[in-house]
């Protein structure tokens, strides 16, 4: 079977494997690998370049990978085609994703439906932000809305209010819907200031519509006089003469001719011969002389003049009584254009009868002196008929308005609503436009909405298909906890965990690590995934088990990677370490499994402190913790061979014996005083100096944190008493067993322990 993965010959990594090179001396992987280090070592950092490589992208740090067909390095990882799946603590992080309820959690298992889960709930805090958006849309367009009614109330009340009249009015219940209705006409026609009236048309037009029906007018039948010709007439009586035997005294004196003229006429009607004014006798020949001059073409003159004078004075009252419809009998709303008309008609008029009197008197003027050619210098006033044209016009528009005085009486209110309606238009089409705003807005988020319920419920229905049965969940987590106490049950895209009956409110790192290892284990089957062909990397699969759960955790997991092309599996637990490499070393002897010839391959990373820091290596697995069902007699030897040292060592290479010290005193002591509990206790039993018992404890708390070996934090120059506190560490050892001493010595020193393996 071809190996997925041979070397990890080059990894520069900015943690504590900062310049790792594969050494010559250094078997390649085989089949089944095996790693064993303390925690801090360096095994998530190996696992996560797996873990890159499953995921194709780029690593941390520099890496070369040897492979079957060659080698290739971390920037060739995107286009690999290796298939390989990775356990460690990002995938448990990733794996069991926790959705808090308010009476239970719901937990979604599996790393991918983990991750569409993240983006479900993602999600749906986008939905509450966009619902939130909608809503406030929602509320403002209401706002808007209700704006806008009370901007239509206001100004249907405005127009009703205007437009109102006694009897049948379509504007007497003009209400909003009737504003609206004009407004979206005005809006949609697009012009709305051919619908604004200026004063006067605003003024007319409200008059109009108060007026009540009144009668029609006959039109005004007048016609100006021909000045021109009575003019020349005037002129042409004026320029006439008579010639009679003129009585020079007479002639001279106009009174006197016209006195004396009368009285001739009233002497001749009595005819009588006496004076009627002195009652003396006429002398003889003085009425010929008075008649010769008063002779027939005098008197004719005279005539004429008379009768010009009777005709301007006719003229003149025609002109002036000529019949005028009166300003009461028009609608109010024409009255002001008939006012001007009629001035203007009155002003031709008194021009023109002043013009006959300045005629009459030229005439009367003639009459007192017919013997003489009079001039007439006198200019013709300019008139015009247009005013009697122009009250004819406004007559006949009155009784136009009188035959159609509903029509007219609507149409001027339509007329007044629509400039109403027109002066409001800007505020109108400002609301509607909010309006339309935040509809366009509540659009888009319902369509956001939709869209996001849509993505929701895809993979919501992708969770749940990856989703495997309660069922079978709860039995092999029961047969990989060794108990019943969890158990999963169905809800949502995920599941209910409970433990011993009540939902599992808090889940421990150990417990998650145990329900997410599950996931993964389960994913090895999936169809794109070929086990038999792919590398399988386990970095610490089991956590906080006690020996029976991780007996049956160990069992569950073999199980499930026993087919795998490759495995590689990485722990710190020494009780996991040796059931992997008990499993491994049986695989030697399997034939029928058709393996390699050496289908197994150990290995440890050794961390140290150099003056660049911590840094790690891989190394060969230590044949004490190959050959050993402890990790104790491993401890031990560390121990052992550097007390034997003669000089001292740079302080770095001496960091990690306060850790080793005191794991291997721990196990010491607690075969020899299971009793007691803590190491100060089991050390209060052993008869031994009491000075060289607090300098290894000091030495040993100093530095010793757990299993991991961290930077130094307190006085350095401890370090330098190493040699010399182990060493008083295995005389302690010596003087509570001597025999148990003396046996781990001669397994230290034997030769062959290499050739054991």
């Known amino acids: 079977m071809e190996l997925v993965v041979k070397k990890i010959k080059k990894l520069e990594h900015p943690g504590v494997l900062r310049d790792f090179s594969w050494g010559s001396d250094l078997p390649s992987f085989g089949r089944f690998n095996l790693f064993y280090g303390w925690n801090g070592s360096g095994k998530t950092t190996i696992s996560n370049v797996f873990r890159s490589l499953q995921f194709k992208e780029m690593p941390d740090g520099k890496v070369v990978l040897s492979t079957a067909s060659g080698t290739f390095s971390g920037e060739d990882f995107p286009e690999s085609k290796l298939q390989v799946r990775v356990f460690n603590k990002y995938f448990v992080t990733k794996s069991v994703f926790t959705v808090d309820r308010k009476v239970e959690p719901i937990f979604v298992l599996g790393e991918e439906s983990a991750e569409k889960q993240a983006r479900i709930e993602q999600k749906k805090k986008i939905r509450i932000e966009e619902q939130n958006a909608h809503k406030f849309a929602q509320s403002e367009k209401s706002k808007s809305e209700a704006a806008l009614e009370r901007r239509c109330t206001k100004q249907a009340t405005t127009v009703r209010e205007a437009l109102r009249s006694s009897g049948k009015n379509t504007y007497n219940n003009y209400n909003r819907a009737d504003y609206k209705k004009r407004a979206d006409e005005m809006c949609q026609a697009g012009d709305k200031s051919e619908y604004l009236l200026d ?35 005037t002129r042409q009586l004026l320029s006439k003469t008579v010639v009679t035997s003129a009585i020079k005294k007479i002639r001279d004196d106009p009174e006197l001719s016209s006195w004396i003229r009368e009285g001739l006429g009233l002497h001749r009607q009595r005819e009588v011969n006496q004076c009627l004014f002195c009652e003396q006798s006429l002398p003889d020949g003085r009425v010929a002389a008075l008649e010769a001059h008063f002779n027939t073409e005098y ?72 013997f003489e050619s009079q001039p007439l210098n006198i200019t013709l006033p300019k008139v015009e ?35 109403i309606v027109s002066s409001s238009l800007d505020e109108y089409q400002s609301l509607k436009s909010e309006i339309e705003s935040q509809e366009s807005k509540i659009n888009k988020s319902e369509q956001e909405l939709e869209r996001i319920n849509e993505e929701i419920s895809t993979l919501e229905m992708q969770v749940i298909e990856h989703r495997q049965p309660a069922e079978e969940l709860n039995n092999e987590l029961s047969e990989y906890l060794g108990h019943s106490e969890f158990q999963l049950g169905v809800k949502d895209t995920g599941y209910v965990i409970t433990r011993n009956g009540k939902p599992a409110v808090r889940l421990s790192e150990g417990e998650k690590t145990a329900i997410a290892l599950l996931y993964f284990l389960k994913s090895l089957k999936d169809k794109d995934f070929d086990i038999n062909k792919g590398l399988v990397v386990l970095d610490d699969p089991v956590s906080s088990l006690d020996a029976n759960s991780l007996f049956l955790a160990f069992g569950f997991i073999r199980r499930c990677v026993e087919d795998a092309g490759q495995l590689i599996f990485l722990t710190h637990n020494f009780s996991m370490f040796r059931q992997v490499r008990n499993w491994f070393e049986n695989l030697k002897n399997q034939r029928k499994k058709k393996i390699d010839k050496r289908p197994a391959r150990f290995y440890m990373l050794d961390c140290s402190l150099t003056d660049q820091g911590r840094r790690s290596r891989i190394t060969k697995l230590d044949p004490l913790l190959k050959l050993y069902e402890s990790e104790y007699n491993y401890l031990f030897a560390c121990i052992y061979r550097k007390s034997q040292e003669d000089t001292v060592t740079d302080l770095g290479g001496n960091y990690i014996f306060p850790n080793i010290a005191r794991r291997l005193l721990e196990a010491f002591l607690s075969f020899r005083h299971p009793e007691n509990v803590s190491l100060y206790a089991k050390l209060e039993k052993i008869e031994f100096s009491e000075t060289i018992k607090s300098r290894i404890l000091r030495f040993m708390h100093t530095y010793s944190h757990a299993d991991a070996v961290s930077d130094p934090e307190h006085d350095p120059t401890i370090l330098g008493e190493t040699t010399s506190v182990l060493k008083s560490l295995l005389d302690l050892i010596e003087s509570e067993d001597a025999n148990h001493y003396r046996a781990m010595v001669r397994l230290v020193d034997s030769s062959n322990l290499e050739e054991r393996c």
């Open 299 to 370: 008197e004719q003159l005279l005539n004429r003049l008379e009768a010009h004078i009777k005709t301007l004075k006719a003229e003149s009252e025609l002109i002036s009584q000529a019949p005028l419809p009166k300003k009461a009998y028009f609608y109010e709303a024409l009255v002001p254009e008939f006012e001007q008309h009629e001035q203007k008609l009155k002003d031709d008029i008194s021009a023109i009868v002043d013009y006959f009197s300045t005629l009459k008197e030229a005439v009367n003027r003639k009459k007192s002196n017919v």
């Open 385 to 419: 008929s247009s005013a009697i044209d122009g009250i004819n016009a406004i007559i006949e528009r009155h009784n136009n308005i009188c035959d159609e005085f509903t029509s007219h009486v609507s149409e001027a209110r339509e007329k007044l609503e629509k400039h």
């Open 199 to 233: 004063d006067n048309e605003h003024a007319y037009l409200s008059k109009q519509i108060q007026a009540l029906p009144k009668q029609a007018i006959s039109k005004v039948v007048l016609r100006f006089p021909n000045l021109k010709r009575l003019t020349e007439t």
